[in-house]
């Protein structure tokens, strides 16, 4: 998990705790994703569960990792 979070501060380059379109297209377009622009939207939705329009870390890590399986809520 603290690697997600050292990732996710990686790339948040403004430093307000958070990705917005813009960073996440940055990340992405660096690691040599071609998107076009709807499939950007779409994973960036993906990513923004409260549709704030920003990325928050617990966001970012959820999407990375997924939700937490029963056993895996259970152990924590």
Known sequence: MRSLIILFKSFDTNSD?????TEMQWVLKQSG???????????FRYFDKNNNGKISSSEFIRGVRG????ARSDMV
């Open 17 to 21: 705790a958070s990705l917005d379109r």
């Open 33 to 43: 994703q071609n998107l076009s622009p709807s499939e950007y939207e779409k994973l």
């Open 67 to 70: 939700e937490l399986s029963k």
